[in-house]
């Protein structure tokens, strides 16, 4: 079958484009629409035989039902029966708008249409292509997303086309769709209305307007063996390459990343991330691409499953996403990342440190006396404390002064020769300071293995910005004051380090 494009405002064979989709319709095809959520697949939702040709199209299980697309609130009464008022204060709010009720069924509304329940789903979308089609075709229409099941739901028609050309007899191209994530489904038929998916529209949201909502617990557990929309208890949304999602600490998720990047390319394979825009600078994978600022969740939701498309026509085997903030939006963005994720999820919080590294221009001066100091200090945890240079081209030994000063302040110091730092030195546990912005800039650009999610210059990481002087050359006084705010910083990093222990033990 040859699937038509038809562009809004375009006309074909004389008639206009939402005309000649609404005839398809009318005769039992199926027609692909934009609406503000997704794209859906349309078909006529009172007709058997649509409706078995839209799961055969998509390969959706026969047992998840579809959404029943309405263009007046008038037309509610043509799907759904017994409607509680409830639903009409809910439809004065929200409607036209991503907000799916779950009703008692009107009996014109096959079984087929509704996977075998006596309940319906419906919803009027917010995009006038769509109700037009509605009305044109003089029929209710049926529409789950148009992409092939499990598949991310199309965002655009090129989307659509993708998966299912040749399957469907048109493709209503509007552009992209604003929302960019599925609609939120309420069920009003139990005690008290319950989200069984989450959108935009959020709990908060309808909570304003018709007081307690609830929320199936399937959708917020990691366990869903048992949701009360079927749709949700299959693998969805799921990119080709496998998708890992990271949470935790900005800083650690992206050192966490960026050094299963590294390993992974060791091994020949290339990976991709999703990043939230202001923290993209953190990233040195092979394709980094942001889902949008985490100011603005609307523009994440917006850019998700485009983005997830986007990584099939990369050549990568692996996609790690950092995760999001799940309230509000967020429930929704985390709902379809972690299906899209199978649920695979790992924290880079519990990874915790057990390397540092103190790295300085020439690896024999003030690191190595970084190091000496936080070897003598009390820790509550054993780490391994190593100090190197950017550029070492000779193993020199321990600056006199330096020696001098530690040994004065009851500091043993062990036999010492300088090393340069390499890419051997630093796995996902490395953490590596400076005493310098610039020396922090080089060892990144330098070294594969270093990054802004692992390399960190001391008196920022600890919040002190207590200036650690250079006491190259200078007097024996020097090297002592430089001692001394080292020590200062030291023991605010070791508040640190503690207390992130103790957070690990918690758990
Ligand atoms: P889609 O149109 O692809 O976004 O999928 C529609 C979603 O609505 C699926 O998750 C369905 O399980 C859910 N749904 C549709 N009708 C009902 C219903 N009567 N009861 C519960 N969930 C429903
Ligand atoms: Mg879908």
Redesign the pocket.
């Known amino acids: 079958m040859e699937t038509l494009i038809l562009k809004v405002d375009e006309s074909i064979d004389g008639q206009d484009a939402i005309e000649k989709a609404a005839k398809i319709i009318r005769d039992g095809g199926l027609v692909a629409f934009p609406t503000e959520t997704v794209y859906g697949l349309g078909g006529d939702a009172t007709n058997a035989r649509s409706a078995r040709r839209i799961y055969k199209a998509k390969g959706r299980p026969s047992d ?4 029943v697309h309405i263009a007046r609130v008038e037309q509610l009464a043509e799907a759904a029966e017994d409607i509680p008022d409830v639903a009409y204060e809910l439809a004065k709010t929200f409607w036209p708008g991503p907000l ?1 009720m ?1 009703l008692k069924k009107q009996r014109s509304i096959p079984r087929n249409t ?2 075998g ?1 006596d ?3 419906v919803r009027l979308p917010d995009n006038e292509v769509a109700r037009e089609l509605i009305l044109q075709s003089g029929r209710l229409i049926a ?3 148009a992409n092939v099941s499990g598949r991310p739901s199309p965002t655009n028609a090129k989307h659509v086309y993708n998966d299912l050309a040749g399957k469907i007899d048109a493709i209503i191209d509007d552009g992209d769709s604003v929302v960019g994530l ?1 609609s939120t ?1 309420l ?1 009003l038929t139990s005690d008290i209305p319950m989200i ?2 989450p959108g935009v529209i959020t709990r908060a949201d309808l909570e304003q307007v018709i007081g307690r909502v609830g929320v199936d617990s399937a959708i917020i557990s990691d366990d869903e063996s048992n949701p ?5 208890k299959y693998r969805h949304y799921a990119p080709k390459a496998s998708l890992v999602v990271v949470e935790g600490d900005a800083y650690r998720v992206a050192n966490y990343i960026n050094s299963q990047v590294c390993d992974l390319r060791s091994e020949g394979h290339k990976t991709g991330v999703i990043v939230a825009e202001e923290n993209a600078p953190m990233y040195k994978a092979d394709i980094v691409k942001s889902v949008g600022s985490l100011e603005h969740e609307e523009e994440i939701a917006h850019n998700l499953y485009s983005i997830l498309r986007e990584f099939d026509n990369e050549d990568i085997d692996r996609i790690y996403s950092e995760s999001f903030n799940d309230d509000g939006i967020g429930q929704a963005i985390m709902n379809r990342l972690l299906k899209a994720a199978g649920h695979r999820k790992v924290n880079a919080n519990q990874e915790s440190i057990t390397r540092i590294i103190f790295v300085g221009k020439n690896g024999a001066s003030r690191s190595p006396m970084a190091a000496a100091i936080l070897k003598s200090m009390e820790l509550n945890k054993d780490y391994e404390i190593l100090s190197r240079g950017i550029l070492v081209q000779f193993p020199e030994p321990l600056n006199p002064k330096i020696e001098a000063v530690l040994t004065g302040n009851g500091i043993e110091v062990e036999d010492f020769h300088a090393k340069e730092l390499s890419d051997e030195d630093i796995n996902s546990t490395t953490i590596l300071f400076t005493m310098e912005e610039s020396h922090k800039k080089r060892i990144i650009d330098k070294l594969a293995k270093a990054n802004e999610g692992n390399t960190f210059v001391l008196s920022t990481y600890v919040g002190n910005e207590l200036e650690i002087p250079n006491p190259y050359g200078g007097s024996l006084q020097l090297y002592g004051l430089c001692f001394e705010s080292i020590k200062k910083t030291l023991e605010d990093l070791v508040n640190i380090l503690d207390q992130s222990r103790s957070k690990e033990e918690l758990k």
Request: neutral net charge.
């Open positions: 998840n039902p579809l959404i799916t779950i509704t996977g329940l309940t319906v789903a529409a789950p997303s599925e489904i069920d069984l998916r009360k929309a079927p749709g949700m």
